[in-house]
């Protein structure tokens, strides 16, 4: 008899624990989530990441930064919840996640620059679109024939330069891949004769360490219009159409109800996420706009 009234007290004292143990109910601003970026979006990823966390403490966000075709796998291996990429994905690679009930969701972010940077010892930094062809072929004004140096054959960015040139024409065979932007910023600098390219989002923000280091190592080639007008890969040269060199950045989520993913890319397209773009010097698709009280009376 003691032995039983013994058990009955484990048992008690067991259930009253795990009564008191509340199941975590999914949130949109605490939990774990883990982001796929294309690694040449990395400044900006990082920039949203630490804005959304200090402002949601209970959110943690792990960002896996890689070439557009890693980052698209690990968004349709489920490695991912939510994606950053310059493209969107087609019917085909999205219908196997579609087959399991999901939906995959694609949304037009922001606009990037691309950025063609030259060593500090160039003084030919004003270039018209159609030179700027003739430097994608390979067959730039003056002689100028130095490799293209891009950060990966696989980056997007790659892809974007073949997209850039009108149909029949065809990319310099003198590009050449580097490891990373740092590497493009390194080889630009100790090179007289090449051009790099990276996204304007490594040199778009005003007071940030890393654009000012690399302004200060490289300078960044300029378009002139048509009308006579210099044009620079920064965010009103981008809304005007200035400069013309501009690919498309693109939010995909798969969505799986409520979660941090769902809340992180709500708050990446609601009006603080876009802010958030706009401040970085990269045009928002949600261009912010500024209430002013205008007083009847002085």
């Known amino acids: 008899m003691q032995a039983g009234a013994l058990w009955l007290f484990v048992l008690v004292v067991w259930a009253s624990c795990t009564s008191g143990k509340k199941k975590q109910e999914p949130s949109l601003i605490a939990g774990k989530l883990t982001v796929a970026c294309d690694a040449t979006l990395r400044p900006l990823m990082d920039d949203l990441i630490q804005i959304y966390e200090a402002r949601y403490p209970e959110a943690d966000i792990t960002a896996i930064y890689a070439d557009e075709e890693q980052v698209s796998r690990l968004l349709l291996a489920d490695s991912a919840q939510l994606a950053l990429l310059s493209r969107q994905l087609t019917d085909a690679e999205t219908l196997p996640v579609r087959e ?16 063609f940077i030259v060593n500090r010892k160039r003084t030919d930094t004003v270039y018209t679109v159609e030179q700027l062809y003739q430097l994608l072929e390979g067959k730039a004004p003056g002689g100028q024939t130095g490799p293209i140096i891009v950060p990966g ?23 050449f891949a580097v490891a990373d932007e740092e590497a493009v910023v390194s080889y630009i600098e100790q090179n007289v004769e090449a051009v790099g390219v990276i996204s304007s989002s490594w040199i778009s923000k005003r007071g940030d360490t890393i654009s000012e ?21 920064a965010r009103p040269h981008l809304l005007s159409r200035c400069y013309p060199f501009l690919r498309e950045i693109y939010l995909i989520i798969r969505e799986k109800g409520v979660s941090v993913g769902m809340g992180f890319g709500t708050f990446l397209m609601a009006q603080d996420g876009q802010l958030a773009v706009h401040r970085f010097g990269l045009l928002a698709v949600k261009q912010p706009v500024r209430v002013i009280e205008v007083k009847k009376e002085f």
């Not at 696989?154 to 024409?169: E, F, I, N, T, V």
């Open 100 to 115: 399991k009930g999901e939906v995959v969701r694609q949304l037009l972010f922001a606009g990037d620059g691309i950025a």
């Open 153 to 175: 054959m696989r980056s997007a960015l790659y892809r974007s330069l073949q997209q850039l040139l009108p149909q029949g024409r065809t990319l310099s065979p003198r590009v």
């Open 213 to 233: 280091a690399i302004l200060q190592r490289v300078r960044v080639l300029a378009v002139q219009d048509t009308s006579g007008r210099i044009c620079l890969p």
